[in-house]
């Protein structure tokens, strides 16, 4: 968001800026840093933390650049197996990968966040449209460029693309005022029913983005009661594959450095309870409910774990390079795919796994991407037609303790 005809920006539209800034930042460094001008994407975009890989790795080439936006280069490892669809963005727009090809979704370069529908007929996502505000300013209304959120959907195939809510609204005097709320990581219930996503609606400015419902079918989009520390609000949910728990982020901090928390939430009874420690992020649900995948961040940078899911323990860490992050869990449950940096370039990665946890047995990393430079800020999502998927056990111990503190 840019200042238009006016040099004065409102206090709301930079709160809003720096929160955003804060829970990118929060998300990728597990730091909070002073902040600078512009909306950080991804690892290393804090000027004062370094990137993970920055140091360089022996067996990388330095001089290979990201290949061009209308291009991904899939040449996945042949030791690994990529049952249906992994859905990821790249330079805005939504690509989906099944088994060694690729294809474009959208082509409008404004999209990001996606995340498959249940039954895997519709990809939902972030689309960011431009436009022209007006909101009040020092005591008079002034016209400001915008971005503003909408959440879309759009099949597999890039057909039959429509909105399912926009940020976009009008208020003050004869609704003349036109403003925006934030949207962020739209995902979809496994009965199909209910959308989390990010938000700070009904009163953006006001409030901070935080976990909200929004019913498919109503329309209705609610304000959950659950805890924050504000201004950094929530992030990365995540629903149990059976819809009786959502994992969610709390963001916060100590001092300079980020620290969130994975929290559980029950929609039936309304209860939260925390799951983990600080530097726990970007839950992914295993196909039977008990693990959880994450990105754990250390002062070495991110890596991915395997979390019980019931009490939070780390079981299994799967990378130790400190530059990989955004887990999805394959839902055969036999592999975790992840974006992995290396010399400013995001690719996907992949660890296949064998066993039953909590004593799973992690193969080697294996390449699902070339150098095709990725959207650091949208973690993937993972889709497989007919998966046998293991019924989730017995809801987790802290369902029944949970409280709203």
Partial sequence: ?????????????????????????????????????????GPGTDPGVAAPGDAGDPGDDPERT???????VVRPDPRAEVPGSIVFAKQGNIWVQTGDESRQVTDGGRDSMPSWSPDGQWIYFIET???RGLFPSG??????????????????DGAGRE?????????????????FFWLRQPVISPDGKTMAVLSDAPQPGRMDVVLQFYDLETGKLTRLN??????????????????????????????ARGIPRIYLYNPVSKRTAPLTGGGYS??????????????????????????????GAEVMRLTTDGRSWGPAWSPKGDAIAFLHLSFQIVDLRLVQLEGRGPSFRAGDVLDLTEYSGLDGASKP?????????????????????????
């Fill in 1 to 41: 968001m840019r200042g238009g005809t006016s040099l004065a920006a409102p206090g709301l539209s930079a709160a809003l800026l720096v929160m955003v800034a804060l829970l990118t930042v929060a998300l990728f460094t597990g730091r909070i840093p002073i902040v600078s001008s512009g909306i950080p994407f």
């Fill in 66 to 72: 990201a290949a061009p936006s209308n291009v991904v």
């Fill in 129 to 131: 449209v431009p436009d």
């Fill in 139 to 156: 005591g008079a209304a002034r016209h400001y460029t915008l971005a503003y959120p909408v959440v879309t959907r759009v099949r597999p």
């Fill in 163 to 179: 909105v399912v809510l926009s940020g976009l609204y009008n208020s003050g005097p004869n609704n003349a005022w036109k403003w």
């Fill in 226 to 255: 659950v805890p924050e520390e504000p201004p950094l609000g929530h992030q990365d949910a995540a629903w149990r594959p059976d819809g009786k728990l959502l994992a969610f982020v709390r963001n916060g901090r100590d001092g």
């Fill in 282 to 311: 970007s839950p992914a649900w295993s196909p039977d409910g008990k693990f959880l995948a994450a990105t754990r961040t250390t002062n070495l940078g991110t890596d991915v774990v395997i979390l019980n899911g019931s009490t």
């Fill in 381 to 405: 999502g993972w889709f497989v037609p007919g998966a046998r998927l293991t019924a989730p056990s017995a809801a987790p111990s802290t369902e029944a303790s949970a409280g709203n503190g």
